[in-house]
């Protein structure tokens, strides 16, 4: 397990209005980091911030590349009459070559994943015409091409059924384990929290604490 | 037909317009920009007035007036600019202006009607030059930011969070579309080229879900509309605009209808 961020004494504010004081926290590779906490605590706000003060290293200390982070948001403008396929919607997240076309070692990158995440048999299907889970399964295999480091995922789950939850969530487990990967995952789901997190930020009252789950490590 | 001069001059005109609306009307319509290109084409119209009235050639003007333009929706409006009622606030002043600039000018309304529905039999060999170069140039540009603009394009709200350069990758395309509504419209104009920019593309996602796949069937729906038009054209001496543009509707009734056809 290595250190992949290091936030000390961080104050999270929108529009000068205080989130969350002195914050700090650690995130470490291979565990899955669970976000909780009331509506409008600033758990988006949190990783905004987070992401903005890349390049000052005062209170927030990546020790990754930027481009080795990915945000999955919780909302995209998919609609159901979204073109594009599956598999080339994954390809999108190749951005580290300038090349038009993908490279051999590319695409087999992209089969590798299409494969991790289950999605073999609908990779040439339009996205649009995918269910809300299997969605969910694209947008993070799409994070997943550019080989991250560090994932976080924003209410993924908040639309799913209790199965495709579950699901998701175990396919995310395997991958943090295979890619030695770290997850923050911001969720309402205290099942889904007590059930696969390894650790815990809550936040309440203009603070954020940082909890170990089930004692495993 | 094709012992003419002027025939194959619109016929290599065509096939590089084809070109531009395969490389381009792709990304319009997964930016879901196609009203904004609308607005584009009249601008455009006002910018050729503007050159008129000011003494400049018209394609000047008309790159004037639509990459400051461009420049103004990707800085400050780009959400704006897909909202209706901005749109037709747009359209009416441009237009607005553009008759005000061709009466400044005394220029008869001839002029109006060729630069809003072109003339494509009517070009010359500089026009054909023209376009050739802005084709070459446009390809180039959009093979080296391809991977950034197919992200962008395609997936808007995660490539701002994930990708680097993309607010000036948004900009750089509006220009790219600025000067192609602005040469193109030289040559069809105004009207036509953004039915060519938008409505082929349209159709191409029906048939193909890669992004190179819709490219071609975007390139070959226009290539064969503006063809299959300017042979219609020649034989019946009605408007080669009204049978380009009725073509290519044409190929967009059928790939809903085949869209429908394949759900069920």
Known sequence: ?217 | MLSYAFMQYAFVASFFISILCGLMGVFVVARKTSFFTHTLSEIGFSGAAFGVFAGISPILGMLLFTIISSLMIGTVGNRMSRRESSISVFSAVFIGLGILFLSLANSQSSYATSILFGSIVGIDFNDVKMLISLSIFIIIIVLLMYRKLAYNSFDSVGSSYNASYNTMISIAFLILLASTVSVTAQVVGSLLIFALLTVPASAAQYFSHTIFGMMTLTFLFSLFGTWFGLYLSYTTNWPVSFFIASIEGIIYLIAIIYNKLSDD
């Open chain 1, 1 to 217: 397990m290595s250190k992949i961020l290091s936030v000390k004494g961080l104050n999270v504010e929108v529009e000068n209005r205080s989130l969350i004081s002195n914050l700090s926290f650690d995130i470490y590779s291979n565990s899955l980091t669970c976000v909780t906490g009331e509506n409008g605590v600033g758990k988006t706000t949190l990783i905004k911030t987070l992401l903005k003060d890349y390049h000052q290293k005062d209170h927030v200390d990546f020790k990754i590349k930027r481009n080795q982070i990915k945000y999955i948001p919780q909302f995209r403008n998919i609609d159901d009459d979204y073109a594009l396929s599956i598999k080339n919607f994954i390809g999108l997240g190749l951005q580290n070559k300038f090349l038009p076309w993908l490279s051999m070692k590319e695409r087999r990158q992209i089969d590798a994943i299409i494969q991790s995440t289950d999605l073999s048999k609908i990779k040439k299907e339009p996205l649009g015409k995918a269910s809300g889970g299997e969605q969910q399964r694209v947008y993070f295999a799409q994070a997943l091409a550019s080989q991250p480091r560090l994932l976080i995922m924003d209410e993924t789950t908040a639309s799913l059924d209790k199965y495709a939850k579950v699901d998701l969530l175990k396919l995310v487990k395997s991958i943090i384990k295979k890619n030695h990967l770290a997850v923050m995952f911001i969720t309402h789901d205290p099942g889904l929290v007590q059930q696969f997190g390894d650790y815990n930020l809550h936040i309440a009252d203009h603070r954020g604490t940082m909890n170990r789950i089930g004692g495993q490590d």
